[in-house]
């Protein structure tokens, strides 16, 4: 479900006021703001509250989606394609359908000739430069481990999460933490970071989703999007 329509929907039916409490639902980052958010509002607007839960907390709050979703919660992703076909969407059907085509061509060529970012060698830049942000902040986090695959993690600003590394296998490495983000992302999130730093001589890059290496970006856009044939 996408969060940003639910919002207006409770707008709509409400009251502006009840967006703030649904936000706090739909991306509480644990267990307990969740809980105490649909406390707050089912003891302030009990009828917003059942018509909430009538969705289903599993189609949209960050602590209940039962899949990764990688940060998505809104339907921006397909926004972000009609706001770029946005100089041809209005065009008749054919003409549409060779400027998508068009467009289709010229963007997957320009992708294909990017090259790796300084330092980087195997995931995508994206990728790459948001784990070396996440790392920056990581080193100055402190770890205190309970084993060699799990620990507790303080941030500079004093708030505590639990994390959990799996044991190195030949597989690629999906742990977890208390902040949810690795879960969402299948990426090591800054408090994961933290940890595989403290354990030494592991390479973070294997804790990242296959989804995020540079040949599967590349082979992403080898292959054009065929032209619709009439």
């Given at each position: 479900m996408?969060?940003q329509?639910?919002a207006e929907?409770?707008?709509?039916?409400?009251?502006?006021q009840?967006?703030?409490?649904f936000?706090?639902?739909?991306?509480?980052?644990?267990?307990?703001?969740?809980?105490?958010?649909?406390?707050a509002?089912?003891?302030?607007?009990p009828?917003?509250?059942e018509?909430?839960?009538?969705?289903g907390?599993?189609n949209f709050?960050?602590?209940?989606?039962?899949?990764?979703?990688f940060g998505h919660?809104?339907?921006?992703?397909?926004e972000?394609?009609?706001s770029?076909?946005r100089?041809?969407?209005?065009?008749?059907?054919?003409?549409?359908?060779?400027?998508?085509?068009?467009?289709?061509l010229?963007?997957w060529?320009q992708r294909?000739?990017?090259?790796?970012?300084?330092g980087?060698?195997?995931?995508?830049?994206?990728?790459y430069?948001?784990?070396?942000?996440?790392?920056?902040?990581?080193?100055?986090?402190q770890?205190l481990?309970?084993s060699?695959?799990?620990f507790l993690?303080?941030?500079?600003?004093?708030?505590e999460?639990i994390?959990?590394?799996?044991?190195?296998?030949?597989d690629?490495?999906?742990?977890?933490?208390?902040?949810?983000?690795?879960?969402?992302?299948?990426?090591?999130?800054s408090h994961?970071?933290a940890?595989?730093?403290?354990?030494?001589g592991?390479?973070p890059?294997h804790?990242f989703s296959?989804?995020?290496?540079?040949?599967?970006?590349l082979?992403?856009?080898?292959?054009?999007?065929?032209?619709?044939?009439i």
């Amino acid at each position: 479900m996408c969060c940003q329509h639910i919002a207006e929907n409770i707008h709509k039916k409400f009251g502006v006021q009840y967006k703030a409490p649904f936000w706090q639902i739909a991306r509480a980052g644990s267990d307990q703001a969740f809980n105490e958010a649909i406390q707050a509002l089912q003891r302030d607007a009990p009828q917003v509250e059942e018509y909430i839960s009538s969705i289903g907390y599993e189609n949209f709050a960050f602590t209940r989606f039962p899949r990764p979703r990688f940060g998505h919660d809104t339907s921006n992703i397909v926004e972000s394609t009609n706001s770029a076909w946005r100089d041809i969407r209005e065009l008749p059907p054919l003409q549409l359908l060779n400027g998508i085509y068009q467009w289709c061509l010229t963007t997957w060529y320009q992708r294909s000739q990017l090259r790796l970012v300084l330092g980087n060698s195997v995931l995508s830049n994206a990728a790459y430069q948001a784990y070396k942000h996440r790392e920056l902040a990581a080193r100055g986090f402190q770890v205190l481990p309970s084993s060699n695959t799990s620990f507790l993690v303080t941030t500079t600003r004093g708030n505590e999460y639990i994390v959990s590394l799996p044991p190195i296998t030949l597989d690629r490495l999906q742990g977890s933490c208390s902040c949810r983000k690795y879960d969402d992302f299948c990426a090591p999130c800054s408090h994961a970071i933290a940890c595989i730093l403290y354990l030494g001589g592991r390479d973070p890059f294997h804790y990242f989703s296959l989804r995020y290496m540079w040949d599967i970006s590349l082979r992403t856009y080898k292959d054009p999007i065929r032209p619709v044939i009439i």
